[in-house]
T-cell receptor
Framework: GENVEQHPSTLSVQEGDSAVIKCTYS??????FPWYKQELGKGPQLIID?????GEKKDQRIAVTLNKTAKHFSLHITETQPEDSAVYFC????????????FGGGTRLMVKP | DAGITQSPRYKITETGRQVTLMCHQT?????MFWYRQDLGHGLRLIYY???????DKGEVPDGYVVSRSKTENFPLTLESATRSQTSVYFC???????????FGQGTRLTVV
């Protein structure tokens, strides 16, 4: 089955700096890579996703890159703000079973004002 | 209210008791999922369902039972709760074909 590794487990940055979270996956059949943000006491919420036919996708301050050959993908947050503080999860799916996701272990991002 | 709702939000139960966590979605999504979230493990899939009356095991199904008699409901039952099942449980739903999975608010279960 799929295995997703995520690093780092915690990340502390100053407000305005950039944050990068990296994930690797094992199953070459995976073709969908979403990123979820989880705020305290809430369920994960999708913030951006990328499919295997695209190398990079950007949405305002958030971007995701995918390297299929190396089987890794990354989340980039620029100009971080205190409200970006949360736990971020990467995930991978091969699109089967209604998008059954295999998650990474999560990264706790802390943005210091 | 539209969306996906879980109940209860918090539950404390004793070892050996049966407990059922409820999940209800209003979108008529085909697929529904149960994940558990533990520190250091992220979210791990327990069971999933492709449609009413169709369920399948995920990564960590032991000790859990699911059913799906109606599209909108997907209850998760712990038949005889153990302390290792203390966790936060999330229900999610999605449509086929690699689309966004929507998560509920979670149920924090403590087994004492």
């Amino acid at each position: 089955g799929e295995n997703v590794e995520q690093h780092p487990s915690t990340l502390s940055v100053q407000e305005g700096d950039s944050a990068v979270i990296k994930c690797t996956y094992s199953d070459s059949a995976s073709n969908y890579f979403p990123w979820y943000k989880q705020e305290l006491g809430k369920g994960p919420q999708l913030i951006i996703d990328i499919r295997s036919n695209v190398g990079e996708k950007k949405d305002q301050r958030i971007a995701v890159t995918l390297n299929k050959t190396a089987k890794h993908f990354s989340l980039h947050i620029t100009e971080t703000q205190p409200e970006d503080s949360a736990v971020y999860f990467c995930a991978a799916s091969n699109g089967n079973a209604g998008n059954m996701l295999t998650f990474g272990g999560g990264t706790r991002l802390m943005v210091k004002p | 209210d539209a969306g996906i709702t879980q109940s209860p939000r918090y539950k404390i139960t004793e070892t050996g008791r049966q407990v059922t966590l409820m999940c209800h979605q209003t979108w008529s999504h085909s697929y529904m999922f149960w994940y558990r979230q533990d520190l250091g493990h992220g979210l791990r899939l327990i069971y999933y369902s492709a449609a009413a009356d169709i369920t399948d095991k995920g990564e960590v199904p032991d000790g859990y039972v699911v059913s799906r008699s109606k599209t909108e409901n997907f209850p998760l039952t712990l038949e005889s709760a153990t302390r290792s099942q203390t966790s936060v449980y999330f229900c999610a739903s999605s449509e086929p074909g690699g689309t966004e999975a929507f998560f509920g608010q979670g149920t924090r279960l403590t087994v004492v």
